[in-house]
């Protein structure tokens, strides 16, 4: 009678159609079946073994084939060859397959019938836990490569690998090189986010929307500080994803239409409403829209770029200074009533504001403004111009366009002074007092 002896060894299979050599003439697939289901590990022995064979049958959950009566399988991970041998058996071959990692007792001691294969299945990430020197069998280590580690996607906040946020009161300062003295290129406004690329001398190099560049790392918050401070100030927005949106002034079609915003505008949401209605701020008055028509997601502020307009002939330096010059307080606050440009203003108060510098007094009332200056059409719009906007046919806000379909204005109390495009929601009229 001849006694098994354990043959121990490690394997790792890990994906379909990976094949692994075990030693000289020795190999395993995991991937794909031959017609008997059954993947084969061929091996020569020295010794002959009677055209036996050791089988490991394929099949998830398959532990022993009915042929291997009296064999015992336990949560190890051996299995056995011929005793003495030093090569293998002559025309015997090792077989298994992906099936559930059944194993066999490592003190299994009988005999088996040499036309009696031995059959064990031994599933996708199963590990054969050692190599028996004298068959020549090579160990692989089970642990998790550093090539899959590399594969593994990097961990991301808010679509940010390296998450920045301005640790600000207002707004801080984007350069075009490392430095104080370096070009304005931009502004980050208080929690708004931005990637940053590397550091170096208290100097970030960052990138948030369209702006990439320079600012100090001590008005920036990063690492772990980053996330805490991005979970406090990250906000819902609504995207509009129909080509004119309907706005209400209560959540249901029997209400009048305020007003209608165009395919793409970002809406800030206050709130996702039972009944399928968004609530949101439409400046600063809460207004209604229908959820099946916006993508609602969390967003952090980006950065906005200060790349200096290019006018078209006829525009007037001063149209330009004023433009330039409001454009210094984006980030600052919106205060109800206020006309400071620094700690706070409304819609007309910051109009307001803005004009007096350049000798032009205006009412701190939108629709008081409305009615002075001269009435023009979108398309004669120049820079300096005042949008205004209603609801209910009644002037409820202004802004001041800047060029490039764009306006700048006080907006709400969560954006405060903010750039958005002229037609973001729909305009009452225009007039011109420059």
């Known amino acids: 009678m001849r006694k098994l002896t354990r043959l121990k060894y490690v394997v790792t299979i890990s994906s379909v159609g990976l094949v692994l050599l075990i030693g000289s003439g020795t190999y395993a697939s995991a991937g794909q079946e031959t017609p008997d289901r059954e993947a084969l590990y061929a091996a020569d022995f020295s010794e002959e073994a009677d055209d036996g064979a050791v089988r490991l049958s394929a099949g ?35 077989r298994l397959s992906a099936g559930a ?7 299994m001691t009988q005999e088996p019938a040499p036309d009696m294969p031995l059959r064990l299945s031994a599933g996708i990430g199963t590990v054969l836990d050692a190599a028996m020197d004298d068959m020549g069998l090579v160990a692989v ?51 708004a986010a931005c990637e940053i690329l590397e550091v170096n001398n208290g100097w970030a190099h960052i990138k948030s929307g369209k702006v990439e560049g320079y600012c100090s790392t001590e008005y920036l918050y990063t690492g772990e500080d980053a996330v805490a401070r991005g979970k406090e100030a990250a906000s819902m927005i609504a995207v509009v994803n129909t080509q004119t949106l309907k706005v209400r002034e209560e959540p249901n079609t029997d209400c009048a239409v305020i007003t209608l915003i165009p395919e ?20 600063d008055e809460e207004a209604y829209v229908s959820g099946e028509y916006v993508d609602v997601e ?39 009533g206020g006309t400071s440009l620094t700690n706070g203003a409304d819609c007309s108060g910051f109009t307001l504001s803005i004009y007096k510098k350049y000798g032009i007094s205006l009412p701190h009332h939108a629709a008081s403004q409305a009615q002075l200056g001269t009435r023009i059409s979108a398309a004669e719009a120049q820079p300096g111009d005042l949008v205004f906007y209603s609801k209910n046919g009644s002037i409820n806000h202004v802004a001041i366009y800047i060029g490039g379909g764009q306006v700048i204005h006080a907006s709400s109390p969560k954006t405060g002074i903010k750039i958005s495009g002229m037609n973001y929601r729909t305009i009452a009229c225009i007039r011109r007092y420059l």
């Not at 949560?75 to 003495?84: E, I, S, T, Y």
């Not at 998450?163 to 929690?191: F, Y």
């Open 141 to 191: 280590d089970a642990e998790v490569s550093e090539a899959a580690l590399a594969l593994a996607e990097p961990v991301t906040y808010w679509g940010y690998t390296n998450l920045g946020i301005a640790h600000v009161d207002n707004h801080l300062n984007i350069r075009q090189e490392p430095s104080e003295d370096g070009k304005l290129v931009g502004k980050l406004s208080k929690d």
């Open 298 to 336: 969390e967003r952090l502020e980006k950065a906005v770029t200060l790349t200096e307009l290019l006018y078209g002939q006829g525009v007037s330096d001063v149209r330009v200074a004023l433009v330039q010059y409001a454009k210094q307080f984006i980030g600052n606050p919106y205060v109800w």
């Open 60 to 94: 998830a959950g398959a532990v022993l084939d009915e042929r291997a009566a009296g064999m015992s399988v336990q949560g190890g991970v051996d299995f056995a060859a011929p005793a003495g041998n030093t090569n293998g058996l002559d025309s015997g071959a090792v």
């Open 101 to 107: 990692g059944a194993v066999l007792d490592e003190n």
């Open 264 to 283: 793409g505008e970002e809406l800030e949401v206050v709130d996702v409403m039972a009944n399928g209605w968004v609530k949101f701020l439409l400046d």
